[in-house]
T-cell receptor, first 114, second 115 residues
Framework: AQSVSQHNHHVILSEAASLELGCNYS??????LFWYVQYPGQHLQLLLK??????LVKGIKGFEAEFIKSKFSFNLRKPSVQWSDTAEYFC????????????FGKGTTLSVSS | KAGVTQTPRYLIKTRGQQVTLSCSPI?????VSWYQQTPGQGLQFLFE???????NKGNFPGRFSGRQFSNSRSEMNVSTLELGDSALYLC??????????????FGPGTRLTVL
């Protein structure tokens, strides 16, 4: 069965620092990959998704992620974080076995200090 | 366009009771999925309904059940509540069919506390 690992439980950065959050999945079949974000007091919303084509995908608010099939990875990046990026970030995968079910990582809490 | 709505937002129940949670998807969305979020296990898929039929099911006991109505609204029911059922229950809707690339839009969740 598919599993998703997010390497960092809690990341603390200063404003303008660069961000990279790791995400690895286990099943090597056909996958679709997602990053969701949950801002304090708000519900989960989609940052970006990958299902085919260019492995470098751009999302909202300046975020991007790169799909590296050989490494089973889909890391999230942002060149310069802002205080408003403080949130919890979830990587999710669905595959041809799980169907439409999203398999989530445990999440990474990002704290940005101004 | 209104987002996914869930009612009630908070619930307190005691062990052994049952509970029903409700989810109204975004207008035009026909697929509704349910997830359980806990600090220990994170977000876990419960089940998905499409056109009033359960199309996919996660690894949860039979105490967890759901249904979908003709207007796409969905309910989930948990019978014989256990302390470990305390969680945030999230509903997500998406446009349709078996398109795994469809974006799932999440509601605010129902916080269930079992005493």
């Amino acid at each position: 069965a598919q599993s998703v690992s997010q390497h960092n439980h809690h990341v603390i950065l200063s404003e303008a620092a660069s961000l990279e959050l790791g995400c690895n999945y286990s099943y090597g079949g056909t996958v679709n990959l997602f990053w969701y974000v949950q801002y304090p007091g708000q519900h989960l919303q989609l940052l970006l998704k990958y299902f085919s084509g260019d492995p470098l995908v751009k999302g909202i608010k300046g975020f991007e992620a790169e799909f590296i099939k050989s490494k089973f990875s889909f890391n999230l990046r942002k060149p310069s974080v802002q205080w408003s990026d403080t949130a919890e970030y979830f990587c999710a995968v669905n595959d041809d076995q799980a169907g439409t079910a999203l398999i989530f990582g445990k999440g990474t809490t990002l704290s940005v200090s101004s | 366009k209104a987002g996914v709505t869930q009612t009630p937002r908070y619930l307190i129940k005691t062990r052994g009771q049952q509970v029903t949670l409700s989810c109204s998807p975004i207008s035009g969305h026909r697929s509704v999925s349910w997830y359980q979020q806990t600090p220990g296990q994170g977000l876990q898929f419960l089940f998905e309904y499409f056109s009033e039929t359960q199309r996919n099911k996660g690894n949860f006991p039979g105490r967890f059940s759901g249904r979908q109505f003709s207007n796409s609204r969905s309910e989930m029911n948990v019978s014989t509540l256990e302390l470990g059922d305390s969680a945030l229950y999230l509903c997500a809707s998406s446009l349709a069919s078996a398109a795994r690339t469809d974006t799932q839009y999440f509601g605010p969740g129902t916080r269930l506390t079992v005493l």
